[in-house]
């Protein structure tokens, strides 16, 4: 099982739609970041969240790091074609250990 | 400033064989970790390495080993091929040590 549990698996929208993807765990993270991974590609850092209850915006991504530091959310207004990819979150341990979930892969149709 | 770099990007082995994979950090990084990608398994930790010492180490069988060199350049490497580790395998640099991680491009290993 994975420490980190991405919902929903997989998603497939018309651009212009909102969307949110979520990322669960029963553990503490000292920090907690998302990532794109486009095929045939490594992943590209989005951005980290470090503080319980931190909101962070990346243009049209909202990322929202849970109070207790054990879930977060991404969420994308009007998504555009370009959004596509997979969206993977990765949480850091409180021995410093990284752990990533299996990811999001999301399709966002013209 | 350069970012990670990984070589080859492609490899076809045979089982049995044992190959090498070579990452280059972005500069002032000492920090370098490798996983494996499947489709099945996801992203999954092998080890890293933090001035030329691995700091913290996956679930993988002894055959994944790697090093760490002086300018932080890093090799990994994988004995006695087996087909299951046909996959794309990722170098990331960080600046400290498990912070906020800088994928290279990937190797991808096909084991036939």
């Known amino acids: 099982t994975q420490l980190l549990e991405q919902s929903p698996q997989f998603l497939s929208i018309q651009e212009g739609e909102n969307l949110t993807v979520y990322c669960n765990s029963s553990s503490v993270f000292s920090s907690l970041q998302w990532y794109r991974q486009e095929p045939g590609e490594g992943p590209v850092l989005l951005v980290t969240?470090?503080?319980?209850?931190e909101v962070k915006k990346l243009k049209r991504l909202t990322f929202q790091f849970g109070d207790a530091r054990k879930d977060s959310s991404l969420h994308i207004t009007a998504a555009q074609p370009g959004d596509t990819g997979l969206y993977l979150c990765a949480g850091g341990l409180l021995n410093n250990d990284m752990r990533f979930g299996a990811g999001t892969r999301l399709t966002v149709k013209p | 400033k350069a970012g990670v770099t990984q070589t080859p990007r492609y490899l076809i082995k045979t089982r049995g064989q044992q190959v090498t994979l070579s990452c280059s950090p972005i500069?002032?990084?000492?920090?370098v970790s490798w996983y494996q990608q499947t489709p099945g398994q996801g992203l999954q930790f092998l080890f890293e390495?933090?001035?030329?010492?691995?700091?913290n180490k996956g679930n993988f069988p002894g055959r994944f080993s790697g090093r760490q060199f002086s300018n932080s350049r890093s090799e990994m490497n994988v004995s006695t091929l087996e087909l299951g580790d046909s996959a794309l395998y990722l170098c990331a640099s960080s600046g400290d040590s498990f912070g906020e991680q800088f994928f290279g491009p990937g190797t991808r290993l096909t084991v036939l």
């Open positions: 390495y933090f001035s030329e010492t691995q700091r």
């Open positions: 500069s002032g990084h000492r920090s």
């Open positions: 969240v470090v503080t319980g209850g």
